[in-house]
T-cell receptor, first 115, second 117 residues
Framework: DTEVTQTPKHLVMGMTNKKSLKCEQH?????MYWYKQKAKKPPELMFV???????INESVPSRFSPECPNSSLLNLHLHALQPEDSALYLC??????????????FGPGTRLTVL | AQKVTQAQTEISVVEKEDVTLDCVYETRDTTYYLFWYKQPPSGELVFLIRRNSFDEQNEISGRYSWNFQKSTSSFNFTITASQVVDSAVYFCALTSPDSGGYQKVTFGTGTKLQVIP
């Protein structure tokens, strides 16, 4: 299995809702990432997990809460989001121990709309 | 601070033409990695190539080739005999340690390539 899967593909939520995004990989990668991508912009790194521990948090607001329950699974819990948080949320993973120095394998993303 | 510039916002070519996508980077680090990713309309980024700062060899993979020149801080990407399937947004990215020793990744703004049949 050489892919990263993300669910759901689309999500519409109100500002008071709580929802979660899910990411899964079965390539044995020990580093996993969350990115946010606005339309016609490059991806922006949000979080990095290495060996199931949070290693990088790019000053992301607390309404985004990541979780890595095991080496194959990465969640992003969403609460009290704002309309400007509407974006494509991409998950990625990479092999080895070199983190961002390694090539990343990306999922297809979850397109989030906050009303 | 590190920076990646992709000056070409959009490029249109006719199928079978060759096209070069430019990438210029800035970093003060001596150790860094450069990447190219392709993002088709489906949304997922696809890894194309990685180069470290000590490896200036050019690379060819099928119709794709990359030219890395440290002297001009450039890492350009050429597609030979372009095909409609090459239509996508292409991102150049740079990873290096930040001032605290943590890894930092910077993506360029992307070049949208449209190959017209």
């Amino acid at each position: 299995d050489t892919e990263v899967t993300q669910t759901p593909k689309h999500l519409v939520m109100g500002m008071t809702n709580k929802k979660s995004l899910k990411c899964e990989q079965h390539m044995g990668h020990r580093a996993m990432y969350w990115y946010k991508q606005k339309a016609k912009k490059p991806p922006e790194l949000m979080f990095v997990y290495s060996y199931e521990k949070l290693s990088i948090n790019e000053s992301v607001p607390s309404r985004f809460s990541p979780e890595c329950p095991n080496s194959s699974l990465l969640n992003l819990h969403l609460h009290a989001l704002q309309p400007e948080d509407s974006a494509l949320y991409l998950c990625a993973s990479s092999p080895g121990t070199s983190g961002l120095y390694n090539e990343q394998f990306f999922g297809p993303g979850t397109r989030l709309t906050v009303l | 601070a590190q920076k990646v510039t992709q000056a070409q916002t959009e490029i249109s070519v006719v199928e079978k033409e060759d096209v070069t996508l430019d990438c210029v980077y800035e970093t003060r680090d001596t150790t860094y990695y450069l990447f190219w990713y392709k993002q088709p309309p489906s949304g997922e980024l696809v890894f194309l190539i990685r180069r470290n700062s000590f490896d200036e060899q050019n690379e060819i993979s099928g119709r794709y080739s990359w030219n890395f020149q440290k002297s001009t801080s450039s890492f350009n990407f050429t597609i030979t005999a372009s095909q409609v399937v090459d239509s996508a947004v292409y991102f150049c990215a740079l990873t290096s340690p930040d001032s605290g020793g943590y890894q930092k990744v910077t993506f360029g703004t992307g070049t949208k390539l449209q190959v017209i049949p």
